[in-house]
């Protein structure tokens, strides 16, 4: 049995049986939620554009869990005729039903492109991806409404699924699977982490593929020298982590992520993806083991956090392909407030330290202590953390800036926000981490 090890590794494996349609016209669509973590993998190594597929089930009337058919975007419906004709559906009935479920429809593609613009799969090889599918039957509707839109072919795309279900699907025009089993008790049950997708995972995931790698960083865009899972020692704990550095890399930035968070986040992997493409190397880590996670106070125990990274920071050391590389900090809320602390006790080793939507005054009076270039970036309208971002600068004695994003709340939701904090991190890494020194401001790139 494939087990995956989560929706980024199957994506990843099923883009190897799509390579074939590396060089056509594509674009791939992403089932929310679950799908779409799968779908952005594929779509990232087929250099397509990635979009959604939203479909909804029209239910009758007074059976409302019976399909007689489902909708999609640009007026696109899928009837059963059959159930139709037994339930005695009118037209009164269908509009009506119709009416109410395009309006959520319409509201939850709303909510997931936040005015991001349909991507148009007209004429195009619409690849429909989900997590894996059981009965199929969403998967089914997806591809028939991807071919009312106008595909030219329809390729659906899914890591596992039973194959009774794959051997009849006249909806699409090829289906790609990476593990068909005889009996499918749970999709999940293929998966070691198949944790809920959130709507606004799916955000941050389709406003990273909506920004195309940037030209004219060193080693951007460069085939990963190394990038596979991790573990570091950190006293009688085994931290869990993820090392992604280019080849010949200047420079790596360890990631301190904050409370209900991971090294598996797409916000982080965002962040992470935009600073490789600039030539710099990344380390997704987890500071705290699951199980330490339950208590809270762990969550908010600095000095303890701070130990972690300061841990994996000596373990980057021992690395031949990391021991010469300038070393930053990215925290992002209470990990903010670990890496400046780390930063502090180890002086002149780090570079450079990064903090989005962070927490920096819980690094108390280790502040005045440190010495790496640090810029707090914080969402205009954050308006209680970006008062303490106010008050911690007040007391950094080290070069630093205080950028506000507009527009911004907490998690930087809002489209186009977290791109942009993304590439105020970045000119400020390839500033104090890489030897070439090269800038872009961000506004050139916006």
Known sequence: MTVFRDRVDAGRQLAERLAFLRDQDVVVLGLPRGGVPVA?????????????IVVRKLGVPFQPEL???AIGEGGAR???????????????????????????????????????????????????????????????????????LGAARVVLAVPVAPSRTLRDFP???????VSAVSRLLAVGYHYLDFAPTTDEEV????????????????????????????????GATTLQGHLHVP?????????????GSSRHSPRNRFVADVLYRAGLGTLLLDLLTADEEVDRTNVFDIELLAGRLTAATEWLGTRPDTASCRIGYFGASTGAG??????????????AVVSRGGRPDLAGGRLTQVQAPTLLIVGSRDQTVLQ?????????????????VEGATHLFEEPGTLAEASLYARDWFVDHLLASGITRKAEEVR
């Open 247 to 259: 080849d010949a890399a200047a420079g790596v930035v360890a990631f301190a992520h904050g409370s």
């Open 171 to 177: 909806s699409a025009d090829e289906v790609v699977c």
């Open 338 to 351: 670990a890496a400046l602390w780390a930063a502090a006790d180890a002086g002149p080793r780090i570079s």
């Open 40 to 52: 952005f993998a594929v779509a990232e190594a087929l250099n397509a554009p990635l979009d959604v």
């Open 388 to 404: 303490l971002n106010r008050r911690a600068q007040a007391q950094l004695r080290c070069q630093n800036r205080l950028t506000v």
């Open 78 to 148: 899928v009837l059963d005729a059959e159930v139709c004709r037994r339930a005695r559906i009118s037209e009164d009935d269908l509009r009506g039903v119709e009416r109410r479920e395009r309006e959520e429809l319409d509201a939850r593609v709303a909510h997931y492109r936040r005015g991001r613009q349909r991507v148009d799969p007209s004429g195009r090889v619409a690849v429909v991806v989900d997590d894996g599918i059981a009965t199929g039957s969403t998967a089914r509707v997806a591809c028939e409404v991807a071919r009312q």
């Open 203 to 234: 955000i941050v995931l389709l406003d990273a593929a909506s920004r195309p790698a940037l030209a004219g960083y060193p080693g951007g865009g460069a085939d990963a020298h190394v990038d596979f899972d991790v573990e570091i020692p950190a």
């Open 67 to 69: 399909a007689m058919g």
